[in-house]
């Protein structure tokens, strides 16, 4: 006889994102225990990396999976569309079925709402966040207005994160390594049209803990929309030229006051041995 519903010692989390989700795609969901060697990862599963599994896994060991998993059939088997972490748990504690809700959705729509759950659980990072929303519109040609409407974001925002899918695996892995992941960030380095050009900014803000408008202002600078301004540099050489002196000044202008403070100040230190 086939089991349905939950277990009786475990009762399904009702999160709001979770039961709109679920009712925004289908009228009738139905809820099973489904042997866990019948169900297949995501191909396109908008996660890259799963994380640390050792709290999950305590936490089903201890009380099960509080929420189903979100599978749809295929064939005499079923595919996750969301929830590969409580499944990769409750393979690695020896679960032999777990609770699932299946839905007859499409290839687009699985992504769509794998994709959806994991934005408002706040798994993803922005590459994975920006490879998610590329891959919905590169093959079931979602517009960035779609996408915007569906996710909840400003058009523009939706347009910003997608551009972060061209910064190349091996910058994204340095960004990794040295904890930029901020999505401000991540944005001024994509907005660069050259690899190249984006790993000088990165190595400029890993080497200088550039915050967020001076990366803007080097990201501008980079591609030429500004011009590095030149420092201000005085000069003085005697009739006698026994010697030239030049100071450079980090800004741009430097007023006549601001030069004999400067000089002033030298002749001090100089007077009393501090130089």
Do not use: W
């Not at 225990?33 to 890259?48: A, F």
């Not at 640390?52 to 079923?78: C, N, T, Y």
């Not at 049209?193 to 190595?203: A, G």
Request: proline share 5%; charged share 35%; glycine share 4%.
């Amino acid at each position: 006889m086939r089991k349905t519903g939950l277990p009786e010692n475990i009762s399904m989390r009702h999160d709001f994102h979770f039961v709109e989700l679920i009712a925004a795609k289908t009228p009738a969901p139905r809820i099973r225990l489904i042997p866990i060697n019948k169900i297949d990862p995501n191909p396109h599963q908008p996660r890259s990396e799963l994380g640390d599994l050792q709290e999950l896994m305590a936490s089903i060991k201890s009380k099960g999976i509080l929420e189903p998993i979100l599978v749809r059939p295929k064939g005499d088997r079923f595919e996750i569309i969301a929830g590969e972490r409580r499944y990769v748990a409750a393979t690695n504690v020896g679960l032999t079925e777990v609770p699932c809700i299946e839905m007859n959705v499409s290839d687009h729509e699985a992504l769509e709402i794998s994709l959806i759950e994991n934005l408002q659980r706040k798994d993803l990072d922005v590459f994975e966040e920006a490879d998610g929303l590329k891959t919905l519109i590169d093959l079931y040609g979602y517009s960035h207005q779609q996408l915007a409407e569906k996710i909840g974001k400003a058009r523009s925002t939706i347009t910003e994160i997608i551009n972060v899918s061209r910064i190349p695996f091996p910058l994204r892995s340095l960004c990794k390594k040295h904890g930029i992941l901020t999505r401000s960030t991540l944005i001024e380095i994509a907005k660069l049209d050259k690899e190249e050009d984006m790993e000088k900014l990165i190595h400029q803000i890993i080497e200088k803990g550039l915050k967020r408008e001076d990366t803007r202002q080097l990201s501008k600078q980079i591609k030429g929309k500004i011009k590095k301004a030149k420092p201000f540099i005085f000069r003085f050489l005697p009739k006698d030229k026994k010697y030239v002196l030049k100071i450079e000044f980090k800004k741009e202008n430097v007023s006549k006051n601001e030069l004999i403070a400067i000089l002033e100040e030298i002749l001090s230190k100089l007077k009393s041995g501090d130089l």
